[in-house]
C-alpha cells in the first residue's frame, strides 16, 4: 500500500461540473502540496497546506490532519482544467523530502 | 510569488553523451533544493537532496557517479546525467525550499523532459 493514496485515479467530467480528489496518506505530516501537470509534463503548484482550507480562484483545497486526508475541489470546471492533479506530502521527519501519490487524470469535456 | 526554474525544458542527446540540467530560485535564496524523477505514469520519485556548500545526499539505489549534483551558490543547483542511456529518459523535476523566518516553503520547477536516443 502506497503511503500516499489519491482518488479517483482517473476522472471524466463535464465542462461547468464540480469535481473534487481525494488525497489519503498514512505517515506524520508537516504540509501538503497540491500539483498539477499538464500534458508535456510542467508542473504547477497549487497549493500547500498545513491547517485548514484555501481558496484560489475556482481551485479550493481543505486538509483534515487528524483524519489524514486532504480534498482538491474545482468549481464550475472548463476544458482547461484537464491535467494530472498530484497530492504530494512532506514528512514530519524534518528532512523536507515529499512523497507524492500517483495522480489523479482529469478531462474536462465541452 | 517565489519562482523555480528549470533549464533547458526539454533536451534530445545521443546515448554516451552527458547532459545538465539547471534549477534556479529566481527570487529567493535556495539552501536545500530536491530533484526528482518522474517514469511514465508514476509518481515523482526523489532521487538526491541537494545542500548549498555540500554533497548532495543520494536516495536508495541512485547512482551517485550517474547523476552528479551541484549546488555551488544558493540560487543554482545543476543535475549532470553523465553517460547518458536511453534508460535514462525521464522527466526530471526540482524543487526548492526557502527558510524565511518560522515560515518553510517548497517551491517546485516546471521540469525538463530528457530523451536519449
Known amino acids: 500500500k502506497n503511503e500516499v493514496e489519491q482518488s479517483p485515479q482517473n476522472l471524466t467530467a463535464q465542462e461547468g461540473e464540480f469535481i473534487t480528489i481525494n488525497c489519503s496518506y498514512s505517515v506524520g505530516i508537516s504540509a501538503l502540496h497540491w500539483l498539477q501537470q499538464h500534458p508535456g509534463g510542467g508542473i504547477v503548484s497549487l497549493f500547500m497546506?498545513?491547517?485548514g482550507k484555501k481558496k484560489h480562484g475556482r481551485l479550493i483545497a481543505t486538509i483534515n490532519i487528524q483524519e489524514k486526508h486532504s480534498s482538491l475541489h474545482i468549481t464550475a470546471s472548463h476544458p482547461r482544467d484537464s491535467a494530472v492533479y498530484i497530492c504530494?506530502?512532506?514528512?514530519?521527519?524534518?528532512?523536507?523530502?515529499?512523497?507524492f501519490g500517483t495522480g489523479t487524470r482529469l478531462k474536462v469535456l465541452a | 510569488g517565489a519562482v523555480v526554474s528549470q533549464h533547458p525544458s526539454r533536451v534530445i542527446c545521443k546515448s554516451g553523451t552527458s547532459v545538465k540540467i539547471e534549477c534556479r530560485s529566481l527570487?529567493?535564496?535556495?539552501?536545500?533544493m530536491f530533484w526528482y524523477r518522474q517514469f511514465p505514469k508514476k509518481s515523482l520519485m526523489l532521487m538526491a537532496t541537494?545542500?548549498?556548500?555540500?554533497?548532495?545526499?543520494?536516495e536508495q539505489g541512485v547512482e551517485k557517479d550517474k547523476f552528479l549534483i551541484n549546488h555551488a551558490s544558493l540560487t543554482l543547483s545543476t543535475l549532470t546525467v553523465t553517460s547518458a542511456h536511453p534508460e535514462d529518459s525521464s522527466f526530471y523535476i526540482c524543487?526548492?525550499?526557502?527558510?524565511?523566518?518560522?515560515?518553510?516553503?517548497?517551491?517546485f520547477g516546471p521540469g525538463t523532459r530528457l530523451l536519449v536516443l
Open positions: 527570487d529567493f535564496q535556495a539552501t536545500t
Open positions: 497546506l498545513s491547517s
Open positions: 524543487s526548492a525550499r526557502e527558510h524565511h523566518r518560522e515560515r518553510e516553503t517548497q517551491y
Open positions: 504530494a506530502v512532506r514528512e514530519a521527519s524534518g528532512t523536507y523530502k515529499y512523497i
Open positions: 541537494s545542500n548549498e556548500g555540500s554533497k548532495a545526499t543520494y
